[in-house]
């Protein structure tokens, strides 16, 4: 009796003791050759994590650099990653109490008549008050700061808030919210002496002039460029640090530039002659003109005016034409196939924006123009490539991924994500930065790239977790 | 005591998955003891449910129940992440309830009401697999009048007529507006019923050695005019424009099982029972609701399972320390039904490695209390979402600690 008594303890005790009420075990997850101990982010409003038309505080919560940062923290990196937040998700900015133009409060979407959906600005007044600097709860480990271009990093004014009132103002808002005096936002990096970094920087460099249709800002020259990111990785990289660079996506594939089909407007036989009656003397001069030019002709040919019942291409000015308004005839064409007509201009069209009256060249861009964008994107990501090589710093290929997930779209989790506007998930109702759920799918790339890079094994990201576009 | 048994149905069927598949092995507290093998021994009232073939051979008619607590400890990891879930509410009670009568000496009958199938797998609000399932409640029960009959003092036939019957309620979210908190949740829900039998074949083949042979059949249950029920919806048209559905029909096989079992005496006080036991599970191919209206734009969702046939294989002993006392030990090997491609969260599964141990306290010769222990021991298993046809990545722990109480009256000869 004794004896089974004994058996008895002994079968429950190995039985308990290593069966059935473990955990699941997770991946090994290490740092491999790299030091996350203390990671710093420079960039844009990618890094910021920008999205909705604005930088909000959910949104930096859930930047890319603060999912690295949560990620890093299960491999020695610190789970402290501090970050110039704003008060709460309304977003915008003011300046001395008045909405600062420009920065608007965060896009929302919003239910009109017969369930159309619509995009308005939340219409809470914004509390994020320029001057009401945070720059004592500093160094923070994200330094990206909305619409900063490569040169941007490296200027030690970018933060003062003088600048602000410049024409064309020589500082940044979100900037001059958490600058320290004087110093660039490459400066306050070094200054906390990081082990790892990433940099993406370069996209606005082009995107601000795309935005504006070709006809606002200009693109960086790449020569320039490749001194400005050269000086960012010199800086960067001074103390030994590892890192990695994104370079930059085919801005030409973001919903911004993608939405609006060149041939938006719709119209019937009877709106198309009426349309074409008011453009006949226009048609005419031309005509005319031909006959005094002859070597005018094609440009001619392609500027002439003629809606018909369909989808029509709208009327645009375009100050690539040669200029006829000496003869009384206004630089204005349809765009054609080809070309790009961006986001804003959807509201447009139907106060008779495009037929009625041109539309501003700064809503189209032509295919002169989107061959400079692409050739500055190119030319950036080959001086991203050589320069990070020189220093010994790993490319992440967000132009190839983003194109990729164009393409493709993702699965994740049982849920599927693409860039389409709106119902993608991916995609903030801005049209060009991501939703949180982007940012995440952003952070797993980085993360991808880290691990095969620094044999590392970092956890990645449940990007489900993350919210994408709210609906109504 | 009445405001006890009131309790105890209410909450039946609110089984946890317990073993594999969506099965439930704990018809017995006495047998779940040694491993839960009963399809080749003499085990009284409860043979109704193991093996009808074998109530006649029992010397008298009796009364036993059975309640278990099912203390799930699964948990799940998304691989490559960090990120891990456990189950909600996680303790199940199934019952069951067996009456015998002896007509004769070679004519028995009975009634038996247990849960063989049931899954209750509540997962966390907002877990990384809630697109593929959030929760799901299946409740079933088989009410089984039974006849059995001993051809000789060898062998013993019997055979139940099944009704079956139970609930469903599944929940999930649905991705179409990324929010987070509040998640979009369809409900499903649904009462079905069906028709089976279970028959068996017992044979004391000696003083010292008894053998059985028994088959459950399949029954299909079928849910008409089950609910859908949207929560926690946004008024946007453009959403709920694509989902209109307010009702489905659906169809659940619960799988045929053969199994196989034999007893061996060893002495006076040591028996000796192995049972193997092999459930049709390939009969679920898929699981597929016709709806209404639309779910998502579609008129009908397609999910397919492509279950395979599994084994149980089972070992157990009972040792009679005293008259009074039988202590009994344990242990199986259940397979997966589930291939690695169709496993969801809605049945978290795994090969299972069960070890059990009880015993029975006899206070007088008529009542008889029986204790066990069963602890389910699953194999960490990961399926990667390139490998899953519902795109999710999954590494589960499967686990329960489940101990049982059973209460036995014999009637007198």
């Known amino acids: 009796m004794k004896k089974i008594k004994f058996y008895i303890a002994l079968f429950v005790f190995a039985f308990t003791g290593f069966s059935s009420c473990e955990d699941v075990e997770l991946d090994d997850f290490s740092n491999g050759q790299a030091d996350f101990s203390t990671y710093v982010a420079l960039g844009n409003s990618l890094t910021a994590g920008f999205g909705d038309g604005t930088l909000y505080r959910s949104g930096q919560e859930n930047s890319y650099p603060a999912l690295l940062a949560e990620s890093m923290s299960f491999v020695g990196g610190s789970s402290d990653f501090n970050q110039p937040l704003t008060p709460n998700d309304v977003g915008g900015l003011t300046l001395a109490g008045n909405p600062l133009p420009g920065f608007d409060t965060r896009l929302m979407l919003q239910e009109g008549a017969g369930g159309a959906l619509g995009i308005v600005n939340t219409p809470t007044a914004s509390s994020t008050e320029v001057t009401n600097s945070v720059a004592g709860s500093g160094p923070f480990q994200n330094l990206g700061v909305p619409g900063a271009k490569s040169f941007h990093l490296l200027g030690p004014d970018y933060g003062n808030i003088a600048g602000l009132a410049a024409m064309p103002a020589t500082a940044n808002p979100y900037y001059v919210r958490f600058t320290q005096p004087g110093q660039s936002l490459l400066d306050a990096a070094m200054a906390q002496n990081p082990t790892f970094f990433t940099l993406w920087i370069g996209n606005n460099d082009v995107l601000t002039y795309a935005a504006a249709g070709g006809d606002a800002d200009a693109i960086t020259p790449p020569a320039q460029f490749q001194n400005f990111f050269g000086a960012l990785l010199q800086g960067m990289t001074a103390n030994g640090a590892d890192g990695v660079v994104g370079n930059v996506p085919d801005i030409l594939d973001l919903p911004y530039f993608t939405v609006v089909p060149t041939n938006p407007i719709p119209l019937d036989d009877a709106t198309a002659n009426a349309l074409n009656a008011g453009y006949a003397t226009y048609n005419a001069g031309l005509d005319q003109i031909v006959m005094v030019n002859p070597l005018l002709a094609p440009e001619v040919a392609q500027r002439k005016i003629n809606f018909s019942a369909g989808q029509n291409f709208p009327v645009f000015i375009d100050d690539e034409l040669t200029d006829l308004t000496g003869f009384g005839l206004p630089s204005i064409r349809q765009a054609k196939p080809g070309e790009v007509i961006t986001l804003p201009a959807s509201s447009l069209f139907a106060g008779g924006a495009g037929t009625q009256s041109p539309l501003s060249g700064t809503f189209v861009l032509s295919i002169n123009e989107l061959d400079e964008i692409s050739t500055a994107i190119n030319s950036y990501n080959q001086i991203i490539d050589a320069t990070a090589a020189s220093f010994g710093v790993t490319v992440a290929d967000m132009n190839s991924y983003f194109s990729s997930i164009s393409n493709t779209g993702i699965t994740y989790s049982g849920a599927d994500y693409s860039t389409t506007f709106v119902t993608g998930g991916l995609f903030s109702l801005d049209g060009i930065h991501p939703t949180q759920k982007g940012y995440a799918v952003v952070a797993n790339q980085f993360i991808d790239v880290i691990n095969s890079s620094y044999g590392a094994n970092l956890p990645t990201i449940d990007i489900n977790k993350y919210p994408g576009v709210d609906l109504p | ?413």
């Open chain 2, 1 to 413: 005591m009445k405001k006890l048994i009131g309790l105890v149905i209410l909450t039946i069927m609110a089984t946890q998955v317990q073993a594999a598949g969506f099965r439930v092995a704990l018809q017995s507290a006495k047998q779940t003891g040694m491993a839960h093998v009963g399809v080749g021994m003499n085990l009284g009232p409860e043979s109704i449910f193991f093996n009808p073939g074998a109530l006649a051979h029992s010397d008298r008619g009796g009364i036993s129940f059975t309640g278990s607590a099912v203390m799930s400890t699964t948990t799940y990891n998304l691989p490559g992440t960090a990120v891990t879930s456990e189950l909600e509410d996680n303790i199940g009670t199934p019952i069951a309830l067996y009456a015998s009568h002896k007509f004769s000496d070679k004519l028995a009958g009975g009634l038996g009401i247990y849960t063989p199938y049931g899954n209750r797998v509540e997962w966390e609000n907002d877990w990384a697999g809630r697109f593929i399932s959030q929760s799901i409640d299946l409740k079933a029960f088989f009410i089984q009048p039974t006849l059995s009959y001993k051809l000789s003092d060898k062998i013993g036939i019997g055979a139940g007529l099944i009704y079956a019957a139970g609930t469903v309620e599944l929940q999930r979210a649905v991705p179409i507006t990324n929010e987070i908190e509040p998640d979009l949740l369809l409900e499903t829900d649904g009462a079905a019923s069906g028709i089976g039998y279970n028959a068996g074949i017992y044979l004391q083949a000696s003083e010292n050695v008894s053998l059985g042979v028994d088959y459950r059949s399949k029954i299909e249950v079928d849910a008409e005019d089950g609910t859908i029920t949207k929560l926690n919806f946004p008024d946007a048209q453009a959403v709920n424009s694509v989902f209109t559905a307010t009702a489905f029909n659906a169809t659940l096989p619960l799988p045929a099982e053969l199994a196989f079992g034999g007893a061996v005496k060893a002495n006076d006080r040591l028996t000796i029972a192995a049972d193997a036991n092999l459930i049709f599970w390939n009969a679920y191919e898929s699981l597929d609701f016709e709806f209404n209206g639309t779910v998502g734009g579609e008129m009908s969702s397609i999910n397919p399972q492509n279950w395979e046939d599994a084994w149980t294989i089972k070992l157990g002993g009972q040792y009679a320390a005293s008259d009074k006392i039988d202590l009994r030990a344990g242990a199986y090997l259940d397979y997966t039904p589930i291939p690695d491609a169709t496993l969801t969260p809605i049945t978290p599964d795994s090969d299972r490695l069960n070890f059990s141990f009880g015993g029975t306290v006899r206070p007088s010769d008529q009542f008889s209390i029986d204790a066990a222990l069963l602890i389910v021991n699953g194999e960490e298993r990961t399926v990667e979402q390139s490998e899953s046809v519902y795109d999710f990545a999954q590494r589960y722990r499967v686990g329960a600690v489940v101990p049982s109480l059973g209460l036995n009256y014999g009637f007198n000869k």
